[in-house]
Each structure stands twice: as C-alpha cells, then as structure tokens.
C-alpha cells in the first residue's frame, strides 16, 4: 500500500517476553520516528531516523528498547523483558524530504503485556 | 516540566462555539510548530503548521508568540466534526532539529 505499514497491529504477551515490532514506511521517505501512546495520553517520543545520520534515541525509556532501522526503509522496534507499564500502541510514522512538519503514521501496534 | 504542554480539557462546546487552545512549549530554541488532529482511536493527522505570523485555514487559525512561548488554535463555528483530540506539536531546538515533540493533546467534545 502507499501508506506506513505497522505490525503486528495487536501483540499479547507475557511480562518477561521479548517482542518485535515492525513498521515499513511510505517509499522514499527518510524520517522514521516511533511513538508510544498510553490510553487517555499523548505521543511519547521515543527514537527518530534521518537518512544515514545516527538516530537521536533520547526517547528511549530504559536500556530494554532498542530500534533500528535496515537499508534506509523498514525498522523494527525492539522490547526485552517486557513489563507491564511497556503496555501502550507503538506508532510509527515517517516523513519526506520537505521540511514540513507533516508526519504520516501507521495504525499503530498495540501491546498488551500481562 | 513537560517540553510541551496542554490543557487536558476535556472542552465541552455547543455547535457554532468559538474554541481557543492554548499550548506551551520549553525550549526557546524551537524552530516550527503543528497542530495534529486524532480521532479516537485513530492516528493523528497533521491539521497546519503555525506560522510566525498566524495563518488560517477556513475555520482554523493558528498563532505563534515566540517570546511567551505558546501556540494556540482557535476555532470558529464549531461542527459536531470537529470533535476530536487536538495534539500541539514542536520541531527542533539544540542538537537534533528533526525531532517533533507532541503535547498531551486538549480534547474537544462538540454538543448538538
């Protein structure tokens, strides 16, 4: 499709688990920028992606999350032992080469860690 | 302190209200500034950039005041459509300036 692409779209996993996330951006864009958002809260930053430039990963939450990003196109968002306050939808968007503010996300994953 | 910071509301308004949200952000060296729009359960979508000198979009207008620091958007004549969660957005500052920083977001519940 023309649009990003996130999955799995609902993840259910055990706390302790490891899970991977999944988000193929819309061909030819070079930002890629991963969100969380709890129930009832805003967009929690947490890595972004510019081209071949070192990512900024000062969203990061603890050393559990890690991201990266292969050929400049699909990334994968990584989560290790999983815990219960991880639970939230991640989402991915990503973002042209204009200098426009104008991010297009995905879906979402949604991750629930019992 | 939040980098950017709303009021949760929720706002309750009757069609045909005139809203105002108010945004604050941290950091002086912010270079551009977006207001998103997310339905619920849905992703945001960019609804306008925030210019220096405001700008307006139909029943939209957005406005910068660089030295306090906040950005608001008003909107006229209210429509049970526009019920939704208005997310303010910062761009840049030192070091890095592609990161975009979203607020909270201020909830908008229009009334028939």
């Known amino acids: 499709g023309a649009g990003v692409s996130q999955s799995p779209s609902n993840k259910v996993t055990e706390k302790g688990k490891d899970v991977e996330l999944r988000c193929d951006p819309i061909s030819g864009h070079t930002a890629l920028y991963w969100y969380r958002q709890s129930l009832g809260q805003g967009l929690e930053f947490l890595i972004y992606f510019q081209g071949n430039s070192a990512p900024d990963k000062s969203g990061l939450p603890s050393d559990r999350f890690s991201a990266e990003r292969t050929g400049g196109s699909v990334s994968t968002l990584t989560i290790q032992r999983t815990q219960q306050e991880d639970s939230a939808v991640y989402l991915c968007a990503s973002k042209g080469f204009k200098n426009t503010g104008e991010l297009f996300f995905g879906e979402g994953s949604r991750l629930t860690v019992l | 302190r939040k980098e950017v910071e709303q009021d949760p509301g929720p706002f309750n308004v009757p069609e045909g209200a005139t809203v105002a949200f108010n945004c604050t952000y941290s950091?002086?060296?912010?270079?551009?500034f977006f207001w998103y729009r997310q339905d619920c359960r849905k992703e945001p979508k960019l609804l306008m950039s925030v210019y220096s000198s405001g700008n307006e979009d139909g029943r939209f207008t957005a406005q910068l005041n660089r030295a306090s620091q906040y950005i608001s958007l008003l909107i006229r004549d209210s429509k049970l459509s526009d019920s939704a969660t208005y997310l303010c957005v910062v761009k840049g500052g030192s070091g890095n300036t592609g990161k975009l920083i979203f607020g909270q977001g201020t909830t908008l519940q229009v009334k028939p």
């Open positions: 950091n002086s060296a912010s270079q551009s």
